[in-house]
């Protein structure tokens, strides 16, 4: 009963949830009366979201309303890119948040060294934006996800497909 048990690694992003957020954020930036006549605006586009606001003061505000919704939905804040922030038209000034989806090489790689160092009988191996881990011990499997869920990555990682 030489079974191989396996997981896989991913780090997605739930745009769902993320417009949600967009919607509550936007919803408050309206009733607040330090917004009153105020050009603020959120655009989620694909994989990015843009943020406009009169000044950097009022933006730096948009952010902290939209990532105190997005705590309150469950979305981590890790994944999230900041860009810098540029003037743009009328006076005011944007920022471009990038939400970051799958796993890039160099974490990747950082996630395989973690692995390889737990000296766990496990293999892993890099599929695309996933990792696949596979193992004969469910428990060294499940000891790779607490090790991983300890560690200091720049990204939030989900485990699917637990076989």
Request: charged residues 30%.
């Amino acid at each position: 009963m030489s079974s191989e048990n396996s997981f896989d690694i991913v780090s997605k992003f739930d745009l769902q949830e993320m417009n949600n957020a967009i919607t509550q954020a936007e919803k408050e930036i309206e009733t607040r009366f330090d917004f009153k006549g105020s050009k603020s605006s959120l655009k989620l586009d694909k994989e990015a979201l843009v943020i406009v606001s009169d000044d950097e003061y009022k933006l730096n505000a948009v952010i902290d309303i939209l990532q105190s919704k997005m705590v309150k939905r469950g979305l981590t804040l890790k994944n999230v890119d900041y860009g810098k922030i540029e003037p743009a038209s009328l006076g005011t000034v944007r920022q471009k948040l990038t939400l970051k989806q799958g796993i890039d090489h160099e974490n990747a790689k950082k996630i395989n060294v973690l692995i390889r160092d737990s000296k766990l009988k496990v293999k892993s191996q890099i599929q695309g934006d996933q990792i696949r881990v596979t193992g004969k011990s469910k428990n060294d499997l499940q000891e790779i996800m607490q090790l991983l869920r300890k560690a200091d990555l720049s990204l939030d990682l989900q485990f699917t497909n637990v076989k």
